[in-house]
């Protein structure tokens, strides 16, 4: 599937995970003042379905034929794992460009049918890219932000990890109980016993 897609459905996963609402942070470039952003993953939901990895789409420009798919995970990942330029290596793999029937490299392309194909794929998989429309109360300063999905949600599993160790720690302490039984507690029966153990 391609990265969008994989992104919409991670979005999906966190939402059963940790609910709808999604709070962050971010630091004005202008002023430097700390802002608080609060959405919900169907905020973020594109008007246009997310495309296939493996589904081939076109971009005609003049006398240039650009034939394409949707970077997927694999080809980060690949890519990743290699050396040289990452951008060069990711069009090598996804694009393939004419200009008057003959082959072209897509880096050799012109800027103005770069930025076509670059509106075209962001426009078949809305949700490569999520940006965030930020405006600053203190100083008035608009610009956006990239929200990344993977590093978001990475985050808040490494928390919700350390906070069960945590909370094993203290009811194992309090208690006696193995790991075994605490971690296989519900986490409301977790919490009503950690106030019991505050108490």
Same mark, same amino acid.
């Given at each position: 599937?391609?990265? /969008? +897609? !994989? ?6 996963? !966190? +939402? ?5 609402? %999604?709070?962050? =942070? ?13 959405? =919900? ?6 008007? #246009?379905?997310? /495309? ?7 971009? %005609? ?20 794992? /290699?050396?040289?330029?990452?951008? =060069? *290596?990711?069009?090598? !793999?996804?694009? #393939?460009?004419? @200009?008057?029937?003959?082959? %072209?490299? *897509? ?7 770069? +930025?076509?194909? $670059?509106?075209?794929? &962001? ?13 600053? *109360? /203190?100083?008035? @300063? ?25 909370? #094993? @720690?203290?009811?194992?302490? &309090? ?10 507690? $519900?986490?409301? !029966?977790?919490?009503?016993?950690? +106030?019991?153990?505050?108490?």
């Amino acid at each position: 599937m391609s990265v /969008g +897609e !994989r992104d919409r459905q991670l979005l999906r996963l !966190r +939402e059963q995970l940790f609910g709808p609402k %999604v709070e962050a =942070t971010a630091r004005c470039p202008k002023c430097g003042s700390e802002l608080e952003l609060t959405f =919900t993953a169907r905020d973020l939901e594109a008007t #246009v379905v997310a /495309g296939q990895g493996d589904e081939r789409l076109r971009v %005609v420009s003049g006398e240039y034929e650009i034939d394409y798919r949707l970077p997927t995970t694999a080809d980060l990942l690949e890519i990743a794992s /290699g050396s040289g330029q990452s951008l =060069t *290596a990711l069009l090598d !793999r996804c694009v #393939v460009a004419r @200009h008057r029937d003959d082959l %072209v490299q *897509a880096t050799e392309l012109p800027m103005a049918i770069m +930025e076509k194909l $670059s509106s075209s794929m &962001a426009e078949a998989d809305p949700y490569a890219e999520i940006q965030i429309a930020m405006d600053c *109360a /203190g100083c008035s @300063h608009r610009w956006s932000i990239v929200f990344d999905v993977v590093s978001y949600l990475w985050g808040e599993i490494e928390e919700w990890a350390e906070r069960l160790l945590r909370d #094993v @720690h203290s009811l194992a302490s &309090a208690y006696g109980w193995s790991e075994r039984d605490i971690v296989g507690m $519900s986490a409301l !029966r977790r919490r009503l016993y950690l +106030e019991l153990a505050d108490a």
